[in-house]
């Protein structure tokens, strides 16, 4: 089993930044991809971003490309979520997630953090 938590959400004004993270514990997901899904009021959970177990490859949503930088430190079990020029519609919950391998339109396997909330004020 895998407990994921997330840190550093909030509010934040259009334009500005935030830094997610997000630390497993209960095994190592060194060999797990790791990734960042988020979910609107009234809209499905859609993938924002994912990094393989090595960290040589990145993945991200077209609509945060060039704004957001996904990272991980494998012997801290910690992956995060980098947010440049915040705009509102990147309001939501985001959550973290560890699979076998996490791609933009399927994954393999999955845990699940709880969830942080994301708040960007035009």
């Known amino acids: 089993q895998v407990q994921l938590v997330e840190f550093g959400g909030g509010l934040v004004q259009a334009g500005g930044s935030l830094r997610l993270s997000c630390t497993a514990s209960?095994?190592?997901?060194?060999?797990?991809?790791m990734g960042w899904y988020r979910q609107a009021l009234g809209k499905n959970r859609e993938f924002v971003a994912g990094i393989t177990w090595s960290g040589d490859s990145t993945y991200y949503a077209d609509s945060v490309k060039g704004r957001f930088t996904i990272s991980r430190v494998i012997d801290k079990n910690t992956v995060y979520l980098q947010m440049n020029s915040l705009k509102p519609e990147d309001t939501a919950i985001y959550y973290c997630v560890s699979a076998k391998l996490i791609r933009p339109t399927y994954r393999v396997g999955d845990y699940w953090g709880q969830g942080t909330q994301v708040t960007v004020s035009s």
């Open positions: 209960g095994r190592t997901v060194s060999r797990d991809d």
